[in-house]
């Protein structure tokens, strides 16, 4: 009996204070100051809703419901009028000053707040906004807020396969159960809708750039429709990744070139079919000729014959082609980075106008820190989107600790100089630079099956974090963190502090411990995971790690000026100059650009070597420090997330070591430099410590 009370009590204190964090940010626990309480349930006693019936409208209503009882332990009454003398919350549909679709208004208005859109989509938006301020604690009384997307297509990309493994994903398996569609609906998609909603994303494609053709045939189309299905009342539109080479796959065509008739036939009558089932299809997502993947150059054709095939094909329904601009051709003694620009700008103005090239944040492949693509700022007549990368491929997977959104930043507010001083990405990418007709920023997804979707519970900031840069690209990093943790972390200011902080410096961290000074790619061949920047040998020259740092006895880096591949041309000379000159290269950049000695004193008033060391021993004791930092909220926030992000920091420290322990021995067999005091050169020895892949990786 008293085994079984003392069960009870463990299982129901458990149900009380364990947060597994599958309600990410839409946490509506109780509201803790009872004065506030009691005038916001005072005021969510009451809705009026003055709007025709509509599916989104059910959905907002919902989300009230589920907010107020949470938050207030109240059940709003709905009414399609109130009295003025009443408090109460008003949702209305009415031509507000701007005339955006998805913007929308909140105002108090005598003692109603009243949210008001031109449509039922800014209404959600609104709401999701309001219910954010009442969880945020903020006053409710006197509000004048008015607020309307910058960029149009606020997007995910799943790199899901249909086998519900994911590529590159470190979450668990694939949140979509194909083998269940179309008939049973997942709970989780549901919620998967309500969270991107909440945050503003309004598209999602479903599946791996390495695109299955299979996703498009009859038999998947169905399943894509129920889940377009249930997305539409968020705004959620559906997307697909395809295989250029649908028609010979599936279509049982001897061919798919794109100047092919009969191809170019096979694409509408898909197109048709897709409409047919799903009307508001968003569009097609395209890799093309990029890591094998089959694309219109196997016919001796262009990235714009292929694209503006599609694009052919879609635009009766009104319907966009995503071309990704991540190609690049293994030439050994090329660089890498100069591929996209040189393949892409020629084509300026040549695509469809509903054809968007997306372009990924950098020149190589998502690493640490990247400067800008030369593409932005670069294509006037087509437009160019951002594709960041939220899911840890080279940030540590799920067990290191880093807030991307300082990166995402550092890219964004980079001027290109594009038609002069003052064109930021984000402008161009807003459309403001070249006034682009489509928009869009896109996160690769860093979702999956694990009940707390991404893994690392702190990674959840990222996800949030790509939805407020999607809504506006000028949002800072730091507010985007303290909005983030006053919403998952129903706890007291000084801890919310310690949270923000230590993900304002996890990103810099990680760069410290893993790629100093402008190091990129030399992380773990194939799989991407710890230090491997001894790889010689792969498939591909530009998948090794000497490919990129070309450390020798004379020194370290990538000599990207003039001496070397010139690609530093790409950029406008403004941007150039910036990183041109070696004595002035910011540090962070330095190692993307030149290749310098290992005993050149830099502004630091170390050698290249020694900040380069000094740089992962100061990596390594941060996270020490993050470690101590964290200790501080035990108590303060739920246990068993105080618990998990403490033994994914002990698993982080550990990694750090290696990568600073394989980098520093590794590196010291070209520099034959000492590991200088106060640093003490690693206990291991290189071998054993090049061994640790085996040990820590799994294969
Ligand atoms: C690379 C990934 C690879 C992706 C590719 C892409 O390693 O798995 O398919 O990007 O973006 O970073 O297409």
């Known amino acids: 009996m008293r085994i079984l009370l003392l069960l009870t009590l463990s299982i129901f204190s458990f149900a009380t204070f364990a947060d597994d964090g599958y309600r990410l940010w839409l946490k509506y626990d109780k509201v803790k100051n009872e004065t506030k309480r009691k005038a916001y349930a005072a005021r969510l006693a009451n809705i009026e809703v003055k709007l025709e019936q509509d599916p989104t409208l059910v959905v907002i209503l919902e989300e009230l419901k589920m907010a107020s009882q949470g938050m207030l332990g109240i059940t709003p009454k709905v009414s399609k009028t109130l009295a003025a003398t009443l408090y109460g919350v008003t949702l209305e549909i009415s031509t507000i000053a701007d005339k955006k679709p998805e913007a929308y208004e909140i105002k108090t208005i005598n003692k109603h707040s009243v949210i008001q859109a031109n449509t039922t989509q800014g209404l959600l938006y609104g709401t999701f906004a309001f219910i954010q301020l009442l969880q945020q604690e903020e006053s409710i009384t006197s509000l004048d807020i008015k607020s309307s997307p910058k960029i149009q297509l606020r997007m995910l990309n799943h790199w899901d396969n249909n086998n519900g493994t994911i590529e590159r994903g470190y ?46 045939t009859s038999e998947y189309l169905g399943k894509v429709k129920a889940l377009a299905d249930v997305y539409r009342p968020y705004h959620i539109k559906v997307y697909m990744s395809v295989n250029f080479a649908s028609p010979k796959i599936i ?15 096979w694409w509408k009558q898909k197109a048709d079919e897709i409409y047919e089932l799903i009307p508001d299809f968003g569009g097609f997502l395209v890799k093309a000729n990029s890591e094998g993947e089959p694309g219109p150059m196997d016919y001796g054709r262009t990235h714009v014959d292929g694209a503006n095939m599609l694009a052919e094909a879609m635009a009766p329904h009104h319907g966009l082609v995503i071309w990704r601009a991540f190609v690049y051709n293994a ?28 372009v990924k944040n950098g020149p190589i492949d998502f690493q640490v820190r990247e400067p800008i693509s030369p593409l932005f700022g670069a294509m006037q007549k087509t437009p160019v989107s951002m594709e960041f990368q939220l899911t840890q491929e080279y940030l540590g997977w799920a067990t290191h600790w880093v807030y ?25 990418i807003m459309g403001k630079t070249f006034n682009y007709p489509i928009t869009s920023m896109v996160g690769v997804a860093n979702t999956g099956s694990d009940r707390n979707w991404t893994g690392h519970p702190m990674a959840q900031a990222n996800w949030f974090a790509l939805g407020k840069l999607a809504w506006n690209p000028n949002n800072t990093s730091k507010q985007i963190a303290e909005e983030w943790v006053k919403l998952t972390f129903n ?13 304002l410096n996890s990103r810099e961290i990680y760069v410290n411990y893993t790629n100093p000074l402008g190091l990129h790619h ?55 100059k910036l990183y041109e000159n070696v004595d002035t290269c910011p540090l962070e950049y330095l190692l993307w650009f030149h290749h310098v000695a290992w005993d050149k004193k830099l502004s630091s008033g170390r050698t290249v070597w020694d900040e380069m060391v000094s740089r992962y021993y100061e990596g390594v004791k941060s996270v020490e420090k993050m470690q101590a930092e ?40 070209f520099s034959q430099m000492p590991v200088a005091a106060p640093y003490q050169k690693p206990t291991r020895t290189f071998e054993e410590v090049k061994k640790l892949v085996d040990v820590y990786h799994v294969h």
């Open 171 to 216: 979450a668990g398996m694939s949140m979509w159960k194909w083998y269940e569609l179309p008939e049973r609906i997942d709970p989780r998609y549901i919620a998967y809708a309500r969270s991107n909603a909440s945050i503003g994303i309004n598209g999602t494609v479903l599946n791996n750039v390495n695109a299955s053709a299979r996703f498009i």
């Open 331 to 358: 030439d050994p003694n090329g660089d890498r980075f100069a591929a996209a620009y040189n393949e892409f700008k020629p084509f300026d103005g040549k695509f469809m106008s509903n054809v968007i090239i997306q």
């Open 491 to 503: 706890t007291d200011a000084e801890s919310q502090k310690t949270i923000v902080n230590l993900m």
């Open 630 to 669: 964290w200790a501080k909220v035990k108590g303060k926030v739920d246990e068993e997330t105080f618990e998990n992000v403490e033994a994914r920091l002990k698993t982080q420290l550990k990694e750090a070591l290696w990568w600073r322990d394989a980098s520093v021995l590794y590196f010291q067999k």
């Open 522 to 576: 030399v992380m773990g061949e194939s799989h991407h995971f710890g230090p491997e920047p001894w790889v010689s040998k792969a498939p591909r020259p530009d998948w090794t790690a000497l490919y990129y740092h070309k450390a020798d006895a004379s020194g370290i880096g990538f000599d990207r000026t003039n001496t070397g591949s010139k690609t530093l041309q790409q950029y406008q000379p403004e941007l150039r």
């Open 251 to 265: 279509g049982g065509l001897k061919t798919a070139d794109p100047l092919d008739p009969e191809v170019r036939a």
């Open 404 to 428: 991307e959104a300082p990166m995402f930043e550092e890219n964004l507010q980079t001027d290109t100089y594009a038609t002069g001083k003052g064109n930021t990405v984000a402008d161009v």
